[in-house]
T-cell receptor, first 112, second 111 residues
Framework: DVKVTQSSRYLVKRTGEKVFLECVQDMDHENMFWYRQDPGLGLRLIYFSYDVKMKEKGDIPEGYSVSREKKERFSLILESASTNQTSMYLC???????????FGNGTRLTVT | ELKVEQNPLFLSMQEGKNYTIYCNYSTTSDRLYWYRQDPGKSLESLFVLLSNGAVKQEGRLMASLDTKARLSTLHITAAVHDLSATYFCAGSSNTGNQFYFGTGTSLTVIP
């Protein structure tokens, strides 16, 4: 079974802090994704990556950056956390374009 | 950008009853996906529908795709409590690299 592991389940940070969310997958998948999930808005794509060191903006990249130095690891960075970034963050991977996504368990981030 | 709309947003149904969740999408999508999310947990892939007229079934759930109407349905037959969850549909971009999700349907099955 594919395992997508997010480093933290819950995280509380202060406004202005730099925040790192880490995601690791163990199935050599090419594609990795970061979504945020908010009530009434569904899942919105922040960034995705289809190869090491490659990244593409999703629908809501503002205030975020990503890093993919190794194939199995995809990091989401909040450069200066703000309260409107309080959300559930979901990492996902897929082996190839069009394949269903495998999701991690999510990180619930609260910015105070 | 592909827009995906689901309805209803909330669904409360009695055990043993049948119901359908609808998923409309705005532009051509080669594939349509259904996911399930249990409370406090992550999303799990249920179905991938690849072409017009595609139908897939797993237990009490059956998904279908009509690309001409840009509509997918998730039909629940004889609901049981274990089906209580939030169900999401999603379409993909032409490249298959971006997925666009609906807002989800929160299903509660009442004994």
């Amino acid at each position: 079974d594919v395992k997508v592991t997010q480093s933290s389940r819950y995280l509380v940070k202060r406004t202005g802090e730099k925040v790192f969310l880490e995601c690791v997958q163990d199935m050599d998948h090419e594609n990795m994704f970061w979504y945020r999930q908010d009530p009434g808005l569904g899942l919105r794509l922040i960034y995705f990556s289809y190869d090491v060191k490659m990244k593409e903006k999703g629908d809501i990249p503002e205030g975020y950056s990503v890093s993919r130095e190794k194939k199995e690891r995809f990091s989401l960075i909040l450069e200066s956390a703000s309260t409107n970034q309080t959300s559930m963050y979901l990492c996902a991977s897929s082996p190839r374009p069009g394949s269903p996504l495998h999701f991690g368990n999510g990180t619930r981030l609260t910015v105070t | 950008e592909l827009k995906v709309e689901q309805n209803p947003l909330f669904l409360s149904m009695q055990e043993g009853k049948n119901y359908t969740i609808y998923c409309n999408y705005s532009t051509t999508s080669d594939r349509l996906y259904w996911y399930r999310q249990d409370p406090g947990k992550s999303l799990e892939s249920l179905f991938v529908l690849l072409s017009n007229g595609a139908v897939k079934q797993e237990g009490r759930l059956m998904a279908s795709l009509d690309t001409k109407a840009r509509l997918s349905t998730l039909h629940i037959t004889a609901a049981v409590h274990d089906l209580s969850a939030t169900y999401f549909c999603a379409g993909s971009s032409n490249t298959g690299n971006q997925f666009y999700f609906g807002t989800g349907t929160s299903l509660t099955v009442i004994p």
